[in-house]
């Protein structure tokens, strides 16, 4: 047997037994006390302290004035389109790549979804291909700052600007990032965030909208919580919603805030790491010839990581199977997540034809490079021992070298 040889051909594997990430999400005892009193404390609704303690620090984190803590990372999308007043008429461009979310929002206040496509080197929005897509109907565009990586917000910026267009950022992927110093979700009218199971900060289910706005927190607050505002004890409303403010249930409970509170003392070491694990493992393959990292954001330091992701888009790998890839590293011990295709080739995505549309000339990176050269080792890898990501890199490596 010979270590030079793929473990998918016969060959030594780097790793006899599978390799692991980091367990997530984290857990320590002092949270479960938390959770615990919260329990026998009976108050178990929103607008707990913990809340209110969450919303005000993770706002503070971020550079924003307000935060507004909802049930999940889709519902703050929808928060954040319906208070800046997109509905039925109006088109929202949403980049090809990104999870279904970004472009259902979009469809659950009733406009439409237009998909634009990605940047090689990021795999976020393209700003000129959004501005080529910007049209009459157009009020918002929703950059996602993917995997690891942030979009180009300067660029988003002017455009937002020079079209009267309002910038919601998804930051689902990008906790604790900055952009120039200006934290991700501060720069547009509104950031939405996720706490689903899988992100950097997580209790399960959750999300939260940050604005500088007052008046777009008081919306999204109102939409959040049936139409009071944030002053009101409920039954004792003072002031009603806007004249046609749709507004719904989309609070969450005091336990899911807790675990966020706690978490959130965490979440810069947190980021210190993925980006020092990520420096290493970009150092390890940089002479790898055909295999590259998603480009971070020029701008973006700290860089925020849902995920490290690899692009076998180079020469001699680019004409290698993508299953190829994934099994070689699979028997080597590593394995690898994909990553999001365009929405619209999902097989979950059914709106009809009359409800989105694709960019004239299409999405070619999105579906190419973005689609079926990409791979995503998801944070936890990023969380893992110094062993590990040593062998992480060798195993990328081994397989480039070999599969070349
Ligand atoms: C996770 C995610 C969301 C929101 O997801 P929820 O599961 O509803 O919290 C939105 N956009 C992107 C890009 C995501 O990854």
Not at 220 to 229: E, L, P, S, V
Not at 356 to 370: H, L, S, T
């Given at each position: 047997m010979n270590s030079n040889e793929l473990a998918l051909n016969g060959g030594t594997p780097l790793c006899k037994e599978p390799l692991r990430p980091e367990p997530w999400p984290p857990v320590d005892a002092q949270t479960s006390e938390i959770l615990r009193d919260i329990y026998f404390s009976r108050q178990w609704s929103f607008n707990s302290p913990a809340e209110q303690r969450f919303q005000t620090r993770f706002a503070q984190c971020h550079g924003a004035k307000h935060a507004i803590f909802m049930a999940n990372g889709t519902v703050t999308l929808q928060a954040a389109l319906s208070a800046c007043g997109i509905g039925p008429g109006d088109e929202v461009i949403v980049p090809a790549n990104t999870w279904m979310a970004t472009a259902m929002a979009v469809h659950y206040v009733g406009a439409i979804t237009v998909f634009v496509d990605v940047e090689p080197a990021t795999l976020c929005i393209d700003p000129s291909k959004a501005e080529d897509a910007a049209g009459k109907k157009t009020k918002a565009i929703i950059p996602v700052h993917l995997y690891g990586s942030m979009c180009n917000m300067d660029d988003m910026l002017s455009l937002a600007r020079e079209k009267n267009l309002h910038i919601i950022e998804d930051c689902a992927h990008m906790h604790g990032g900055k952009w120039k110093g200006k934290?991700?979700?501060?720069?547009?009218?509104?950031?939405?965030?996720?706490?689903?199971?899988?992100?950097?900060?997580?209790?399960?289910?959750?999300?939260?909208?940050?604005?500088?706005?007052?008046?777009?927190?008081?919306?999204?607050?109102?939409?959040?919580?049936?139409?009071?505002?944030?002053?009101?004890?409920?039954?004792?409303?003072?002031?009603?919603?806007?004249?046609?403010?749709?507004?719904?249930?989309?609070?969450?409970?005091?336990?899911?805030?807790?675990?966020?509170?706690?978490?959130?003392?965490?979440?810069?070491?947190?980021?210190?790491?993925?980006?020092?694990?990520?420096?290493?493992?970009?150092?390890?393959?940089?002479?790898?010839?055909?295999?590259?990292?998603?480009?971070?954001?020029?701008?973006?330091?700290?860089?925020?990581?849902?995920?490290?992701?690899?692009?076998?888009?180079?020469?001699?790998?680019?004409?290698?199977?993508?299953?190829?890839?994934?099994?070689?590293?699979?028997?080597?011990?590593?394995?690898?997540?994909?990553?999001?295709?365009?929405?619209?080739?999902?097989?979950?995505?059914?709106?009809?034809?009359?409800?989105?549309?694709?960019?004239?000339?299409?999405?070619?990176?999105?579906?190419?490079?973005?689609?079926?050269?990409?791979?995503?080792?998801?944070?936890?890898?990023?969380?893992?021992?110094?062993?590990?990501?040593?062998?992480?890199?060798?195993?990328?490596?081994?397989?480039?070298?070999?599969?070349?």
């Open positions: 934290g991700a979700g501060s720069m547009g009218s509104v950031g939405s965030f996720s706490f689903q199971q899988s992100k950097t900060l997580s209790c399960g289910e959750g999300g939260i909208c940050i604005t500088n706005d007052d008046d777009l927190a008081d919306r999204i607050f109102r939409i959040k919580h049936i139409g009071y505002d944030s002053n009101s004890t409920q039954g004792a409303a003072m002031t009603g919603p806007p004249p046609g403010l749709t507004c719904h249930n989309f609070r969450a409970t005091a336990f899911q805030a807790a675990i966020l509170d706690s978490q959130l003392d965490h979440l810069h070491q947190r980021i210190e790491k993925y980006n020092h694990n990520a420096s290493l493992l970009s150092a390890m393959i940089e002479d790898c010839r055909g295999v590259r990292i998603q480009s971070p954001g020029l701008h973006a330091s700290p860089q925020g990581y849902y995920g490290l992701v690899l692009i076998f888009d180079g020469p001699p790998l680019d004409s290698v199977d993508d299953k190829m890839i994934a099994d070689a590293a699979a028997a080597e011990g590593l394995t690898f997540g994909r990553t999001y295709g365009p929405v619209y080739r999902h097989m979950l995505f059914n709106l009809h034809p009359s409800q989105y549309r694709i960019q004239a000339g299409g999405c070619p990176v999105a579906e190419n490079q973005g689609t079926h050269r990409a791979f995503v080792l998801h944070h936890h890898w990023l969380g893992a021992d110094d062993n590990t990501i040593e062998m992480i890199g060798r195993i990328i490596c081994k397989i480039a070298r070999c599969l070349g």
